[in-house]
């Protein structure tokens, strides 16, 4: 695959974002207060982190379709709609314990923000909240690699400009 073009819609978006980016410490710095050397973790835990928290680009992505992506984030994760999700949507156990068992050696270890991950609670509908700070994190950090970009975007106010709406 020397050039693959990808139209991505919804969380897919997001999904699609992470490939054509890298992280670098962004993730890291916003979600733990002290660097992963520093953190009492096995070998395969602290494996499991770094492969969590950053990555390398897909090099050959060389074009984006998105449709109907919440780039920076869903008011809807926070209402009743949200609260629904939430109760529908849970991380799987392995998730839990995983980050259950890094904050019971490392107390205190996650940022305010993350809180509910270090509970290992944190969701996908409650990452679109627009308290949490990872797409907004994601939308500032560079493409890693020459990207042509679209986005279809649907406007429920005509009257009003798309970018207001």
């Known amino acids: 695959m020397r050039s693959t073009t990808i139209l991505a819609h919804s969380m897919g978006g997001i999904v699609t974002r992470c490939l054509i980016t890298k992280p670098e410490r ?10 992963i050397e520093e953190l009492v973790l096995s070998d395969a835990d602290r494996e499991t982190l770094k492969e969590a928290f950053s990555w390398e680009p897909e090099g050959h992505v060389r074009r984006v379709v998105y449709m109907a992506v919440l780039h920076l984030c869903s008011d809807y994760a926070g209402n009743w709609i949200g609260k629904l999700g939430r109760w529908l949507v849970k991380p799987p156990n392995a998730f839990a314990t995983f980050y259950n068992r890094i ?8 940022t ?32 890693s690699h020459p990207v042509r970009v679209h986005s279809i975007i649907g406007n429920p106010t005509p009257s009003v400009p798309l970018a207001e709406s």
């Open 103 to 110: 904050t019971s050696e490392n107390p205190g270890v996650f």
């Open 26 to 35: 962004s993730f890291w710095d916003a979600a733990f207060k002290k660097p």
């Open 112 to 143: 305010e923000a993350y809180a509910e991950l270090g509970k290992g609670r944190l969701d996908s509908v409650h990452a679109l909240s627009p308290t949490q700070p990872t797409l907004k994190i994601l939308a500032n950090l560079p493409n």
